[in-house]
């Protein structure tokens, strides 16, 4: 075993049952919860682990357990699982707080590999990421075009919606995103919003 529990909360049985069950083959211990209150209920100070949790359920949204668990001085890595159309929202539970964020549909492997990150570098300086300089010396290598499309990135906007807000084909913003991933050294979107909060303008 692990020796390290993780805690799934969603409000989708099938979810919670199917996310689980591969946890638990890869030698993990599981707790699930069908809500964010469950959670709450059941968990104290002295709960270890790490979280994966849903951004959008009923109640409490994953957004708001990270303020929950601050109120709570529950210190435990938060990892957020969210739909295409929930990405702002899941970068705003990144800004309060979260370590990383996983864009459905996931690839199980990356979400034993996110969970294996989090529980190891929790509370340790590399969850901070590059440091401010490093990100701007990055961010100087971008075109203007580029920049325009990593702002609208971090609100969380689809390829789509940037495309025809800078009047540009779809594909033509998949490349600019991709150009940008590379230049920021960024393998993910949750990379790309810890270094937006390293230096917060990047226009």
């Not at 809500?35 to 270890?48: R, W």
């Not at 075009?145 to 807000?165: F, S």
């Not at 779809?170 to 909060?197: D, F, P, Y």
Request: proline share 3%; net charge positive; glycine share 6%.
């Amino acid at each position: 075993m692990n020796g390290k529990q993780i805690h799934v909360i969603d409000d989708d049985p099938a979810i919670l049952t199917s996310v689980a069950g591969f946890l638990m083959t890869n030698g993990f211990g599981v707790q699930t919860y069908a809500s964010v209150y469950a959670f709450l209920e059941t968990v104290g100070p002295h709960t270890t682990g790490c979280v994966v949790t849903d951004v959008r359920m009923r109640g409490i949204s994953g957004i708001e357990l990270a303020d929950k668990m601050k109120e709570r001085h529950l210190a435990l890595p938060i990892i957020i699982i969210t739909a295409y159309a929930d990405i702002a929202l899941a970068i705003e539970a990144m800004k309060r707080g979260a370590v990383d964020l996983l864009e459905k549909p996931f690839n199980n492997g990356a979400l034993v590999k996110a969970i294996r990150e989090a529980l190891a570098n929790w509370n340790n300086e590399t969850t901070i990421g590059p440091k401010m300089e490093v990100v701007r010396a990055r961010l100087s290598t971008l075109t203007n075009r580029e920049k325009e499309v990593l702002t609208r990135l971090l609100k969380g906007m689809p390829n789509k919606i940037i495309a025809h807000e800078l009047s540009v084909s779809t594909r033509t913003i998949e490349t600019h995103r991709a150009t940008v991933m590379s230049k920021m050294n960024a393998t993910s979107l949750a990379e790309l919003v810890r270094m937006s909060l390293t230096v917060p303008r990047v226009d």
